[in-house]
């Protein structure tokens, strides 16, 4: 058999300024020890958050041939990781990609908004499409805007109890994925957390994250990215979340240190180094 690093389809846009997306993915998964093949289905001068006027170019008519390609070349992945969209019918490109090899984990990021409001680039009939991909899908990382615009529901600024944080998970885990992990919940203790759901074995899982006064662009991308590499490491649900919840922690905290501005995305570049030396893991509880 072949021995190799794993290796990660990740179906996602190209900003060039502001660290997210793959600008992010690239860097996090290489320093896990997994090898990236980007798909992209954008590529922009900067991400949509406050930039002014962005460069957007969209791809939609490479992805399938892209996939042809690497069919010829008989390569095989052990995950396919889409997040950013740039058109709805990229849609149907990920979907021929999640089939196309089926033995891989297939990781949604369903990117779509945030802080209760959808993207300017995410209209109504690519949020319907994300929820095809959501349904096919092994492990979905929504924050808790996109979990609202999943579900259907309207966003929920007040804090929830345990209980419904449990029902929360239920609900999107309905729509298909196996696993699935919300990020940014605020709950009733007062405590900002992670929380997750493994369909594998009906167990839920709390990852508590401490509360900066400051949003960043590209952290949903890091944390994915660190629970992507650390399923494929062979962790489990909530030792993946430690970690990434304990990774994405220390990028927003050295950030926070400097007072950069926050639409310039974390300082990944400061941190990295702890995630090639293995040295960053968390602490989970059962939610
Ligand atoms: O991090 C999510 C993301 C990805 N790609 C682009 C974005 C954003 C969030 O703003 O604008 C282009």
Not at 14 to 19: A, D, E, K, V, Y
Request: aromatic share 8%.
């Amino acid at each position: 058999m072949e021995k190799r690093p794993a290796r990660v389809a990740a179906i996602h846009d190209l900003s060039g300024f502001g660290r997210c997306s793959i600008s992010v993915i690239l860097p996090v998964l290489s320093a896990m020890g997994v090898q990236v093949c980007p798909v992209l289905t954008a590529v922009l001068s900067a991400h949509t958050g406050g930039l002014g006027d962005v460069v957007f170019r969209d791809l939609t008519d490479y992805i399938h041939p892209t996939l042809e390609h690497y069919k010829k070349l008989g390569i095989d992945f052990e995950a396919v990781y889409s997040g950013f969209l740039g058109s709805e019918e990229q849609v149907g490109s990920c979907l021929e990609f999640f089939k196309a090899y089926p033995n891989a984990l297939k990781v949604v990021d369903p990117v779509m908004g945030d802080n209760g409001k959808a993207y300017k680039t995410c209209g109504e009939s690519l949020q319907k499409g994300m929820k095809e991909l959501v349904a096919v899908a092994d492990l979905i990382t929504p924050n808790k805007t996109e979990a609202a615009m999943l579900l259907g529901e309207s966003y929920n600024t007040s804090p929830m109890s345990r209980s419904e944080a449990r029902s929360l998970l239920l609900r999107l885990s309905r729509l298909g994925p196996k696993c699935v992990v919300v990020t940014g919940v605020e709950l009733a203790s007062g405590e900002l957390a992670n929380i997750g759901y493994d369909g594998e074995n009906g167990s839920f899982w709390y990852v508590p994250c401490e509360y900066v006064p400051v949003s960043y662009p590209g952290c949903g991308d890091i944390y994915a990215s660190v629970l992507t590499g650390a399923m494929l490491g062979g962790a489990s649900l909530p030792i993946a979340m430690g970690k990434a919840t304990a990774f994405a922690e220390l990028c927003v905290k050295t950030t926070f240190s400097y007072g950069s501005d926050p639409r310039y995305g974390v300082m990944l570049e400061s941190v990295l180094g702890s995630l090639i030396k293995n040295e960053v893991s968390g602490k989970f509880e059962t939610l």
